[in-house]
């Protein structure tokens, strides 16, 4: 998948040129072996680039603004080795747009009792230095990511290597354009909302088409590449006749092939990451996108059903985030469906229609051809799997009419006791921190919807960050989670965000 960029985060540390040439070169060579040992490291998504050493108001107002300039820049962490005086900072943080680290750290871990001295607690005061700065920071009201402990602290470079992913979401955030070839579904209300006002808030480009623009690509996608595409999914996917004639079923699945080439084409022709569609306006389409749309998501794109632009701008950003992490688990659209109620078995049966992405899969991924219980199409051809187990994240973004809210819910996926065998979707099982009862009752109180945008791959601290620097409110539920205390946080929020 494409996320645009080959990213780098550029390591500035703040002194001042009171200390004399010998105290500001140890501070630099200190900042180079640290930038050194933490590329060696293997544990950041993206390359952190040595800066000199800041100095003046001058070259720190020239550094904030190269890094605004240079489109390879994701963000910049900052780290006072000495004491460099705030009031030096204030106009480029000012001019200064990206996202911003305060590495709260020292280039030394322990005290070095049997020789420690002035000279050396002049040179090595970030517990001094830092705090200066971080006054700066907070009373200029900037949104900030502050990570405490030593450089060398796997723990701190997790926390670091965490931002970036948050990091890089924010600066892809404006690149998001998404195709709605449908309308929402007419008198759903959680799936609407202010595009103009997403625009301003995340930078997404949200652009309608006559649904039978794209069914006309669709059906410019040749007999030879759908036939080609076709032999891919035989390859690759177990084939569940269930008692349907073979060339009927084939014929059918075939139709989800020139689909997914048609789409594919006229988004990148168009230069859009994530689609929306709506079974009940499906133009001269045979089938409802489902194969075609599942492996879109694969590849990277952002989907929400029934014209849900906002939950498929946040499926795509999430798979921008969640980008090369290691061992990924995976990210889709979902939707809650069903509960299990039995006590000590609780959890939520997630599906959609048709339109899970196979990242999530566990198993065996197989396609089953069966009819749609809605719209008036020909039966539709989909893959069916279920899905793996382990902590995730469920998001939902609201529009509150004067605002917009994210819910940050941590859920734990389970397999569902017994298998579905009737059941011809895709589908994930999970409770909901803190339990299901308080996690849905803090859902329903924060308004959050239907569908979500789900993933294994991210953390609800990352999703949270997000939100803050886009400048909404963000509400997690979460182990923490009672519903007294989350009745209020409501409440605290409605009047911060009024
Ligand atoms: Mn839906």
Request: glycine share 8%; with cysteine.
């Amino acid at each position: 998948m494409k996320t645009g960029r080959d990213y780098k985060f550029w390591f500035c540390t703040g002194s001042q040129d009171l200390y004399g040439d010998e105290c500001l070169k140890k501070v630099a060579e200190h900042s180079k072996i640290m930038v050194a040992e933490l590329n060696k490291s293997g544990m950041f998504p993206y390359e952190i680039v040595w800066k000199p050493t800041l100095l003046t108001n001058a070259m720190i107002r020239q550094t904030f603004n190269e890094a605004n300039a240079d489109e390879n820049c994701a963000g910049v962490i900052t780290w006072m080795h000495t004491f460099s005086p705030a009031k030096s900072w204030i106009l480029g943080l000012q001019e200064y747009r990206k996202p911003l680290l305060h590495l709260h750290t020292q280039f030394n871990q322990e005290i070095p009792y049997d020789t420690i001295d002035m000279d050396f607690m002049n040179e090595n005061q970030s517990a001094h230095g830092d705090r200066e700065y971080g006054h700066i920071v907070t009373r200029m009201g900037i949104e900030r990511k502050v990570v405490v402990g030593h450089w060398s602290d796997k723990k701190v470079q997790e926390k670091v290597a965490s931002w970036m992913r948050t990091a890089v979401g924010i600066m892809e955030s404006s690149h998001i354009r998404v195709m709605r070839v449908a309308d929402n579904m007419r008198n759903v209300a959680v799936t609407e909302g202010d595009k103009v006002e997403a625009q301003i808030k995340f930078g997404w480009e949200i652009d309608a088409y006559p649904v039978n623009e794209i069914a006309e690509a669709v059906a410019a996608v040749s007999e030879a590449d759908t036939n080609a595409l076709v032999e891919e999914y035989y390859s690759k996917y177990q084939i569940i006749l269930e008692g349907r004639d073979e060339k009927e079923f084939r014929q059918h699945v075939a139709v989800q092939a020139q689909i997914e080439l048609g789409f594919e084409r006229f988004l990148e022709e168009k230069n859009y990451q994530a689609i929306v569609t709506h079974f009940g306006d499906l133009g001269a389409l045979k089938q409802l996108p489902g194969l075609a749309i599942q492996r879109l998501m694969e590849k990277g794109y952002g989907f929400g059903g029934e014209g849900d632009w906002k939950t498929a701008a946040m499926v795509r950003l999430m798979k921008i985030m969640a980008a090369g992490v290691k061992d990924a688990k995976g990210t889709s659209f979902m939707e809650d469906y069903t509960y299990n109620l039995v006590p000590g078995k609780e959890g939520i049966l997630q599906a959609h229609m048709l339109e899970v992405c196979p990242t999530i899969a566990d198993g065996p991924i197989g396609i089953k051809v069966n009819p749609l219980s809605m719209g008036d199409r020909e039966d539709p051809a989909r893959l069916v799997f279920t899905s793996k187990e382990g902590p995730a994240v469920a998001t939902s973004l609201i529009d509150l009419g004067n605002r917009f809210r994210l819910i940050i819910n941590e859920v734990d996926c389970k397999k569902v006791e017994k298998p579905m065998p009737k059941l011809p979707v895709a589908t994930a099982f999970w409770t909901p921190q803190p339990d299901l009862y308080t996690g849905a009752e803090a859902w329903i109180l924060a308004g959050g919807a239907h569908h979500t945008a789900f993933s294994y791959d991210l953390t609800a601290e990352q999703m949270g960050d997000w939100a803050a620097a886009m400048g909404i409110e963000a509400v997690y539920i979460d182990k923490d989670t009672t519903i007294r205390q989350f009745k209020n946080e409501l409440k605290w929020n409605s009047v911060f965000y009024r």
